[in-house]
């Protein structure tokens, strides 16, 4: 069933759209609009998918993901873990422009709606550079992306004051890719280090 979806770069925007958005409703307009696509490329690529019985069409022209399809929860996985493989050309960018300290994914990559911001960082940042970064990633997610940038001082204050905001990031379903701010982040660092330090001391005996 999935190489029977998976089959044109429309249909993978359009698949990604709809997952990334499983509670919004979208015109063939929109969609045509968000991803540069022809309204005759979506129009046929809507009615395929429909046919499959992932897209629903509600009155004339408003079409949303169907989560009563069979395997609604794990296409959703499924496309959730293919924006941390689109993030990796992110991040390996960003730390060329940056003095990051801290990097979390969030939202639309954990699925985790508490959060409001899919990207905190933690740092110097250049930031010219940096919303080319981010351009390129909502290019590749056909999705907007929000994040937030912070410096040093204001993480620890809103860490100490029990900032909401941070305390959902550091306490939810939170991706941490740099860390070296908090206990846990220090120590999941040295374990790393340790274990790394074991396998080349195996592989030399």
Known sequence: MLKALFTSETRDKLINIFLLNSDNK???????????????????ELSNLKGFGLIKLLGK???????DFIIFPELKTLIAKAQLLS???????????????????SGIFTGDEM????????????????????????????????????????FFYRREVMDIFLYNILHGKTIFLIDSLTEEGIERENLKNKMESNENESSDN
Do not use: C, P
């Not at 022209?61 to 989560?67: E, R």
């Open 87 to 105: 993030s990796q050309k992110f991040i390996d960018g960003l730390q060329k422009i940056s003095n990051t300290k801290f990097l979390a994914l």
């Open 26 to 44: 979208y015109t063939i307009r929109q969609l045509s609009k968000r991803t540069g696509l022809q309204a005759a490329q979506i129009r046929k």
């Open 115 to 154: 959060v409001k911001t899919d990207i905190l960082i933690v740092g110097k940042i250049k930031r010219r550079l940096f919303a080319g970064l981010i351009k390129e990633l909502e290019n590749d997610l056909a999705k907007e992306i929000k994040y937030t940038i912070i410096d040093e001082t204001e």
């Open 61 to 67: 022209d408003n079409w949303m993901v169907n989560k």
